[in-house]
């Protein structure tokens, strides 16, 4: 997977891309992290890329220009003139586990990071696949946005994470949270490990995990349930349990 920022602060992408899991990722070679910075591509010697806005308003906008040289020279490098360019945005869709999955099948994942009041609509109609956002609030730039974008698909590449199975068993992944963990010592301030996870019984740990998890998103996520795919004994095994409260 290799992912092309257009940013106008490369250094902020970079080394937070270069930490924990992504920054072994990167030197193992599962992930290319290309953070090109939008500056290099203004037509001014003081590298200015925004303007004021038309019809007046508060702020500045970045300029349509150097974005559109910025996307040109990725599209040169990587061989491929209509990559898939995700704008972060909060009029976006939602970013979820199902975006990131979608977008983890692309060999060259192109993100374009906003600053000031916005970008020149005429480029975003030009170059942008896909509009997506973490959330519906407002910050400096797409910079963080596209850092927690980066690190959902790069958690999905293959031999990424050191156990196969831990982006399957993750929260969201079946529209469920995930279970309950623990770890040494076996009792902490009173309170102890769950029997059944010290027994190495490991058809009843699995089926603990799983009525965990229902538990949890019944709790926390009530309308991730409704997308999860639950047997008829499982959501009638919830019924009961959420009758005894």
């Given at each position: ?17 270069n930490e ?6 990167i030197k ?180 603990w995990y ?36």
């Amino acid at each position: 997977m290799n992912f092309h920022v257009m940013t106008l602060f490369p250094e902020m992408i970079e080394r937070a891309m270069n930490e924990s899991i992504t920054g072994r990722a990167i030197k193992a070679g599962y992930i290319l992290v290309d953070a090109v910075n939008i500056r290099d591509f203004a037509n001014n010697k003081h590298n200015r890329v925004d303007d004021y806005p038309y019809g007046g308003g508060a702020g500045m906008v970045m300029q349509a220009e150097p974005v559109y040289r910025c996307y040109e020279s990725i599209c040169h490098s990587i061989g491929n003139e209509r990559p898939r360019v995700v704008f972060m945005t909060p009029q976006g869709r939602t970013f979820n586990q199902k975006i990131a999955e979608e977008l983890s099948q692309e060999e060259d994942l192109v993100l374009l990071c906003g600053h000031y009041e916005g970008i020149d609509e005429r480029v975003l109609e030009k170059i942008v696949t896909d509009n997506v956002s973490i959330g519906d609030y407002v910050l400096t730039g797409g910079e963080l946005p596209a850092l927690v974008v980066m690190d959902t698909i790069s958690r999905l590449v293959p031999g990424v994470l050191n156990n196969g199975m831990s982006a399957v068993k993750e929260s969201f992944s079946d529209n469920l949270l995930e279970y309950p963990q623990y770890t040494r010592p076996e009792e902490w301030m009173g309170e102890k490990v769950p029997p059944v996870l010290l027994s190495g019984h490991h058809k009843n740990i699995a089926a603990w995990y799983r009525e965990q998890s229902i538990l949890r998103t019944a709790k926390n996520r009530p309308d991730l349930l409704e997308k999860a795919e639950l047997t008829e004994k499982e959501r009638d095994w919830l019924y009961k349990q959420q009758e005894r409260k």
